[in-house]
């Protein structure tokens, strides 16, 4: 049985994540802050699957919690066969409303963990000859759209240049980049949903369910559904100074309120 690592395990698209792994007979590797909730989620899934499921409770905002994952990750006697990189938040505000400290931590999270805990996953996974990463980005990654956006676009290029490096090597890496999905994001940013269409939001098991597929086919950027790969089609064929604005008035319309 293999085994899957999942960051911000707990809740929304980690959740699905583990459900699906869980489901298709992979062991898990549970990572978040709440030991109380990853204890919970491990023993439902051993419960209704029969796979193992270890608990790590980690901060990856923090120095400690970063290396605690980058060392379950390089452990070479239980290996780590698929790497799913989803811990993350929104702070609430345009610039220069957001403490400067937040939008650190951002980047601390984003950024920083995703970089050290994939360079962790890979090299066994290469030693051994597979393996696979799933980034976890977002669509605000392809237009200009404050710390955020900045943030998962690191995500995406970060992700598309190390499986460019890592090609022949039985290692796939690939950026995930949803739309609006129905978790506890916006909630714990303290962001209004009441104003975003009802179509603009997604399933968490449908998107894994389609993320998965994606990865199985080797691609390295995956916008799993065919209402946001249309949207992301006239992102980019609008001029980047339009779309700058669009995007800043899309976001007052249906972001954060």
Known sequence: MTTALITGATAGIGAAFARRLATDGHNLVLVARDTERLQEQATELHDLHGIEAEVLTADLSTEAGIA????????????????????????????????????????KVHCEA???????????????????VVNVASVAAFVPRGTYGASKAWVVQFTQGAARDLAGSGVRLMALCPGFVRTEF???????????????????????????????????????????????????????????GITSKTGRKYGPQ
Not at 82 to 87: R, Y
Not at 115 to 129: C, F, H
Not at 212 to 227: E, N, Q
């Open 68 to 107: 605690s994952a980058e060392a379950r990750l390089s452990d070479r006697r239980h290996p780590v066969d698929l790497l799913v990189n989803n811990a993350g938040f929104g702070n609430k505000g345009r610039f220069l409303e957001v403490s400067m400290a937040d939008e650190l931590t951002m980047l």
């Open 114 to 132: 995703v970089l050290r805990l994939t360079a962790a996953a890979t090299a066994g996974m290469k030693e051994r000859g597979r393996g696979g």
């Open 186 to 244: 916006h909630e714990r940013a303290g962001m209004g949903t009441d104003n975003i269409p009802a179509w603009m939001w997604l399933d968490a098991d449908k998107l894994v369910a389609a993320a998965m597929g994606d990865l199985a086919r080797g691609k390295t950027v995956s916008v799993p559904d065919p209402r946001y790969k249309a949207l992301m089609g006239a992102v980019k064929l609008a001029p980047r100074g339009l779309l700058g």
